[in-house]
């Protein structure tokens, strides 16, 4: 019976390890695609300068992956449980991960042109904004601190339902592979 609790205690210890890794891959990851889509921000320059703007719109994209990276830690943990592994599960939280992660990258990237061309439609309505000067990165680097929280919400919006549809790959293919290899 302790050796049962001592091995359930280290699965439990190696879970969370795998979250703590698989958070600062896809961190790491999110980092340097932000930084190969925003050619006109250097990023760490402007938060050393103490740019809120910046800061809130790094903020809202890393929120954006952790949501759907927490989805596909979620689905990886449940092959590893006490008494038992189940590598359905694992690869279904794997399938989770490398759709997940890349596709929250992509949605983000999206989601920023999107809400720039929504913006843009937006101003050409108003008398006396010059279209031809309005850029995101530019804004942002200004400090246009409104800018910011919109792309953050948008992102964590997104992220939200992403997440959720995220969540539930993993099941079906778990139960594929058990009917396949079970």
């Known amino acids: 019976m302790v050796v049962e609790i001592l091995l359930d205690l280290t699965l439990a210890v190696l879970q969370l390890v795998l979250a703590v890794a698989l958070a600062l891959f896809a961190i790491t990851l999110a980092l340097n695609v932000l930084d190969r889509t925003t050619k006109g921000i250097n990023e760490f320059e402007e938060l050393k300068n103490k740019n809120l703007a910046v800061g809130i719109y790094i903020a809202g994209i890393l929120v954006a992956v952790g949501n759907v ?86 992102f964590v919006a997104i992220s939200l339902v992403l997440s959720q549809g995220i969540a539930f790959l993993s099941e079906p293919i778990a139960s594929a592979i058990t009917r396949l290899f079970g």
Do not use: M
């Not at 997940?100 to 999107?114: C, S």
């Open 69 to 154: 990276i927490g989805q596909a830690v979620s689905g990886i943990s449940k092959s590893v449980v006490p008494g038992g592994f189940n590598l359905g599960a694992l690869i279904g939280g794997l399938v989770q991960l490398f759709i997940g992660l890349p596709l929250a990258l992509v949605i983000v990237v999206w989601a920023q042109n999107r809400v720039y061309s929504w913006l843009v439609k937006a101003a050409e309505k108003l008398p006396g904004v010059d279209i031809k000067e309005f850029s995101v990165e530019a804004e942002l680097k200004r400090g246009n601190t409104a800018l910011a929280v919109l792309l953050f919400g948008t």
